[in-house]
């Protein structure tokens, strides 16, 4: 085992299993991803801890149980469709991309969205594709997703994301003010929605159409 393996297994066993994180296709996940990859060379030696960690243009890369918990609220399927919004150093994507059958993931900032895809092909993932705009109106083309994972934190839920939901699909998003947000999982079914309040997190905003406005929203968590 090389040093970050064994960090990261520590992480998985003190960070995420003994805070009740049990699925074990998410635990394995979490295993396997090297998250010391998704971060800048000087904060290699910090990936494995429990914090979010700077990426550059006031994003961060989401805290390992955070991530974890998203996943396993959505119970991602081997067959299923996802859509991520905030793809930032695509820690996440790589998770559900582990889990899933393709992954489409939405970035605003070029640059990030140009890392992530890098560095996702470089590790081999072929299921996942990338696209830089406003992840808050979803990727309306690829619709319906079986699973919808919302990286930032949004004012409310934006309703072209439940729209491209399918039926029985799973939308985990943080909803609130843009310095606390309480975790929401929807779940579409044959009737309508039904909404699940959660843990509260603080995730830097949703910026965009069916999120917060650009202006004043520069966030340095
Ligand atoms: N899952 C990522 C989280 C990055 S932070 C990780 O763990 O690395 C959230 C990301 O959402 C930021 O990169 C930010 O630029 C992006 N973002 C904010 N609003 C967005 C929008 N409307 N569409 C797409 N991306 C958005």
Redo the contacts with the bound molecule.
């Keep these: 085992m090389t040093r970050y393996e064994r960090q990261r297994h520590r992480m998985v066993e003190y960070q995420i299993r003994r805070r009740g994180i049990r699925d074990p296709r998410v635990l394995g996940a979490m295993e396997r991803v090297p998250r010391h990859q998704?971060v800048a060379a000087d904060l290699r030696e910090h990936a494995y801890e429990d914090n979010p960690l700077s990426?550059g243009?006031g994003?961060?890369?989401?805290q390992p149980y955070m991530?974890a918990l998203m996943t396993e609220s959505v119970v991602p399927r081997p067959d299923d469709r996802v859509l991520e919004?905030?793809?930032?150093?695509?820690?996440?994507t790589a998770i559900l991309a582990e889990l899933a059958r393709e992954v489409y993931s939405?970035?605003?900032?070029p640059e990030?969205a140009e890392r992530a895809k890098g560095l996702l092909s470089r590790l081999g993932y072929e299921n996942v594709w990338v696209r830089i705009?406003?992840?808050?109106t979803g990727w309306v083309e690829e619709a319906p997703f079986d699973v919808i994972v919302v990286?930032?934190g949004a004012p409310e839920i934006p309703a072209p994301l439940v729209e491209q939901l399918g039926v029985g699909g799973r939308l985990a998003i943080p909803v609130g003010s843009a310095y606390h947000q309480v975790l929401n999982i929807v779940r579409k079914e044959r009737d309508g929605i039904r909404k699940v309040e959660g843990t509260g997190c603080v995730?830097?905003?949703?910026?965009?159409t069916f999120?917060w406005k650009e202006k004043g929203s520069e966030r340095h968590s």
């Design positions: 998704f990426i243009r994003q961060t890369i989401s991530v919004v905030g793809t930032g150093s695509g820690y996440q939405v970035e605003k900032i990030l705009g406003d992840g808050s990286t930032a995730f830097v905003p949703l910026i965009g999120g």
